[in-house]
């Protein structure tokens, strides 16, 4: 899959990174009571939700009863981890001064530990986005989601680890930060964890207790529909949450990046890989808000600490700049790019496997996939000779990525006779 | 008065109300509620039924002055009670953001109800200040810390009390006198009480009717911009006698202006005196300049400081051999977000510099400017 991104100078990124930084400017100066008492409204339509789901669930040997609270609980999961605890955990509300909306203090209705969400989260996965071998979101350290990933066997069950992956989808999350299968290949060992598996024992107790013991045990005669309604709900928030989070960076067109071509980003570069490496949904006011704004993921992941219930206005004029310097802007609805996903997911099952580009793409992708296979955090020396010697292979990526050139010489002085060259390698690989 | 609280407290444990409270307050409520815990949802209907946070309801709002405003407050069961001179954090929420001020409530310790009177005095610059005298109503919902301070009188009182105020400064002296008062206390109380006018004088019909009560109660006035006062001009040795027998041996509290305290404290070391008890809640002034290394980052929960060497504060921090939380180091993913308790910062990816006390930072992308200390 050819990348149809524009090669941009260095002048041209750090415009492009002096745009982007005004918009957050004008945003945080903007920051105020509209912004505190829409997350308000939400918690307390969140908190309203839950309590009358789980009042309809003790009458529900009522079907209509059953229904409803399962719906009312779902939506109160959903709203719960998605547009408030995943929002407010980035520290989107911090400047409000509000224990009780900081981003270091709470705690939200899902398996995982709020502590160790931030680390692989905001930390891991929002500063290395779509580095192979450095953002586990890419696959969980379960899937294959990327070519440069290389092919075993075992993904041969990608659809079907797919799928309990997004079952039990909070249950992935919690182990996120575990680095389990680092663990399986005696990389780590289990005693380095230990602590952090006893805080994902402890939040894992307290959510079983709660969903599957106490509020069964206390409906008496409807206790089955209780357990089956709250598990119903785990579920529905389960499945949702895998398909907004996994059309966040896997639909056709977004890219994914190597450790090598990343090193001494400039601000400007850093938001041109997070563009070139999210994609958005399209939709209504509801989606966005079930989304957790999600629905925004370039936004959101240009700005992750700015409200998210403000992506849909910025949005406008992202796409505007993107427009400007030729940057595509990945967006569609949530059907076609999570049948992208879902294509991507069987298409990477087997060996290569990027569609009718494979051969090429393989052809022109090798020297990046042993780079990565030889461990994903291969020295850099390796990757850079590796990089080098590679020629045509890098050429793609170098086109594609301005990152590629700034890893060889940061963009100071050599920029005029740099520009025509990756103009002609441009040219000579594109399609 | 304390074996009343105590009956009514008894009386409440048995009470539909008590048994609501104790229900609230279960463990059982707070496995049902986990991981929020059973206050957040409480708080959407009932805004101080509250297992721990200290709140208080505004339940009455007089302007004694052109420039205050006096808030009677009505605090939360959580309310562990003050000692006269004491003071307590008040939050409020303005334009979304809360803010925290100091302010020493006026009222006698011994208040019906635990009922706390608040004196505001507006500044020019005070955000919180104008904002409590333009919007606080009864019903109002605020923040509150428990008490602090030890700027209190001694227990067992003292044979003999001296106090001195200037300007806002009255508040926690005047909590004294009134606490005083109702303990029926029968020593000698000498009150200077400085104010810029007549106008702008706060507590003056209730000094007059607390004098009229007591005859062992004596307080001068001064009017520093204006006539028509007992006394003429600033503090000096010579208006101590309008007030007391001999200031010598008197336990005195000073509260007021840098400049009162100085004064005083010149005449007591003059005479040879032990220093006098002092409250100040004037800002020291801001001084900064452009390459900000100056000043002293102190890391309190740690104990440790260093002189500020303009690097950014988490930085520092490892300089100062500390291993705060961090990620990113470039202000994105919030792990190293910290309490900044005082002092002044500048956000290297915004520009933004902020003064305001008790707010979370984020201490990889945060300059000093000046002292700062943080909770780390």
Redesign the interface.
Known sequence: MPSTAPTLTPEQLEAFGQELDAIRARVVADLGQRDVDYINRLIRVQRGLEVAGRGLLFAGFLPPAWLGGTAALSLSKILDNMEIGHNIMHGQYDWTGDERLNGKAFEWDTACPAEQWRHSHNYMHHTHTNIVGKDRDIGYGILRMSEDEPWRPYYLGNPLYAALLASFFQYGVALHDLETERIATGELALAEKRGMLSDIWRKVKGQTLKDYVLFPILSGPSLPFVLAGNATANLTRNLWAFTIIFCGHFPDGTEQFTEEETESETRGEWYYRQLLGSANLTGGDLFHILAGNLSFQIEHHLFPDLPAHRYAEISLEVSEICERYAIPYNTGPLHSQFGSVVRKIFRLALPGGSGPTAVAREAASSPRAVVASANGRTSTAQGRAAALESGTGRAKSTKARPTATTTKGRPTKDRASSKPARAAAATGTRN | MVARAQSSRLAGATSPRGLGRRLLHSS?AE??T???GVD??VE?VRPLLLKRDVRAEVTAVRHQTPKSVTLTLRPNENWRGLQAGQFVGV?V?I??????RPYSPAGSQHAAGGALELTVSTHPEGRVSRHLREHARAGLIVGLTQAQGDFVLADPRPDRVLLISGGSGITPVMAMLRTLCDEGFEGEIGFLNYARSRELALYGAELDRLTDRNERLSVARGFTRGRGAKLTGRFCREHLPAVISEHSGAATFVCGPPALIASVRAVWAKDGLAEPAVETFTPAALSFDTDGAEGIVSFAASGREAANSGLPLLEQAEDAGLAPDH??R??????C?CRKTTGTVRNL????VST?P???I?ICVSVPLGDVALDL
């Open positions: 059982l496995a049902l986990f991981p929020h957040r949802y959407l939050s929420e334009d979304g953001v809360r803010h925290t990620g990113c470039m202000g994105i993913c919030n792990t977000s990816v915004t520009g933004q305001a008790d707010e979370q984020r």
